[in-house]
T-cell receptor
């Protein structure tokens, strides 16, 4: 089956910093979504992005389907950005293990 | 508009007991999903449904059953609970491929 790898596994930044999270996948996919799980466990969809680039405020995402990776950019980080960021791909969604982001004030 | 509602929020079961996790959505979406999340891991798909009366297995269906008699409800049944089923269970709904998933707040289940 399709493998999904996310990097880095952990990231600690100061408030105001920028970050790039990466998602690699092992085969062609017809679906790719980024999610944020906040410290209380709630899951929020950030982007549906099987290809191309999208932006929503301080967050943007780019998927290069031919090279089998997606990037999530977070600019001017805030403490509320803390949590785990998941990439999920294909069909009914295969999930990576996530990147745990901690933003320090 | 509550979105996706899961009950209960927490539950402790003894080995061998059974229970039903409830999931209700008011978004009129055809697609509904049950995932489980083990500590430090991403989600794994248990079962999903593309509409009332239609269900299909996901990656980890063993030990679980589902039914979908209405668009709104998608209950997950655990028979003969085992410690390996200790996890957080999430229900989600979506409009199909190309639509974002909307999640409930989860049910934290412990089997001892």
């Amino acid at each position: 089956g399709i493998q999904v790898e996310q990097s880095p596994p952990d990231l600690i930044l100061q408030e105001g910093a920028n970050s790039t999270l990466r998602c690699n996948f092992s085969d062609s996919v017809n679906n790719l979504q980024w999610f944020h799980q906040n410290p209380w466990g709630q899951l929020i969809n950030l982007f549906y992005i099987p290809s191309g680039t999208k932006q929503n405020g301080r967050l943007s995402a780019t998927t290069v389907a031919t090279e089998r990776y997606s990037l999530l950019y977070i600019s001017s980080s805030q403490t509320t950005d803390s949590g785990v960021y998941f990439c999920a791909v294909h069909g009914q969604l295969i999930w990576g293990a996530g990147t745990k982001l901690i933003i320090k004030p | 508009n509550a979105g996706v509602t899961q009950t209960p929020k927490f539950r402790i079961l003894k080995i061998g007991q059974s229970m039903t996790l409830q999931c209700t959505q008011d978004m009129n979406h055809n697609y509904m999903y049950w995932y489980r999340q083990d500590p430090g891991m991403g989600l794994k798909l248990i079962y999903y449904s593309v509409g009332a009366g239609i269900t299909d297995k996901g990656e980890v269906p063993n030990g679980y059953n589902v039914s979908r008699s209405t668009t709104e409800d998608f209950p997950l049944r655990l028979e003969l609970a085992a410690p390996s089923q200790t996890s957080v269970y999430f229900c989600a709904t979506g409009g199909g491929r190309g639509s974002p998933l909307h999640f409930g707040n989860g049910t934290r289940l412990t089997v001892t």
